[in-house]
C-alpha cells in the first residue's frame, strides 16, 4: 500500500466574509495555520472563553437542509461547504475562527473559500496524514437514497474517487445529472468548488414563508421553476450534481481523515452523509488501535 502523504496546514492566514443563509447574520471567517494531528477545529470567537468546536462526525445534530455540530453546548452550523473546501484543497490542520454560529453562504458555492485557501498556500508538515482505507464495502440508507463507500482500485488507489447520482423524478423542476471526480486540489477548484446550492421554487417560497432566509434572493442560489434556473444561468450542465459532490464531501470530512475508496451517492442528503462519515471515523478509530496493539 502506498505511503500516506505528508499533512498540510494553510501557509498564511485567508478571511472570508458573508452572511449566513438562514439567520441572514453577518459572520467572518478566519483560516488560521495549525499543528500537526490538531485536524480542523472551529473557534466561536464571538463567544466569551473563545470555545471550540472539533470538526467531528460525532458531534453532529442531525438537521434539516444543512450540517450543525454542537461541542460542550458551543454550536457551529452550516458548516458543509468550509469543511469541503477544506477537505478539497487538501488541509489535514487549519482552526477556523468564526464570529457568529452560521458560516457564511457566499455566492451557494465553496468557490470564494477554496480561492483565499489557494491563494493563502499551503505548508507540509512533517507528520503522514491520518488516513481511512476502505477495505470491505460501507452501505448506508438503500437502493433509492443513500451512500456506498467501496475499496479503491486502479489510479486512484490512494486517493478519493466520488461519485453522485442526482435524480429526483421526472417530474421534478430539478434535472437529473451524474458527477464523478477522483479528487484533487485542481479539480476541486475548478470543477466542483463553484457548483451552487439549489433547490425548487415551491421550496424556497415555503422556507420564506416560514420566515427564514428572508433576505436570500434568486441570484444568491439557484431556484428552479418549471422553465429552469430563475433569474439565474448554470455554471455547468451538471451543477446540481456537483454541487451534492460538494456537500458529500464536506460531510465527509467529519471523519477527521483522509479518505481511501470509492464513494457512490444516490440522493443523500447530509443526514445520509453524516451518518457514512461517522462509520469511516468509526473505521479510522479501529485501525489506530489495532495499528497501537501490533505496535
Ligand atoms: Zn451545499
Redo the contacts with the bound molecule.
Sequence with gaps: MTQAPLQKTIAHIARVSGRGYWSGQPVTLSFLPANPGDGIVFRRVDLPGRPIVPALAEYRIETNL?TKLVYQGTTVEMI??VM?ALYGMGIDNCTVECDACEMPAMD???MEMAIAIDQAGTRTQAIRAKEVCVDSTLRIGDDRSGVEAIPATGPCASGLELRYHLDFGPTSVIPSSTSSYVLTPSEFLANIAPAR?FLSEHDAKELQRMGVAQHVTYRDLIVFGNDGPIDNTLRFPDECSR??L??LI?DLALCGARVRGTIIARRSG?NLNGRMAEQLLNLHRADQQHLSHVA
Aim: hydrophobic share 20%.
Design positions: 444543512r458543509e461547504h469541503a451557494g458555492s465553496a446550492t454541487h451534492k460538494l456537500d464536506g447530509h
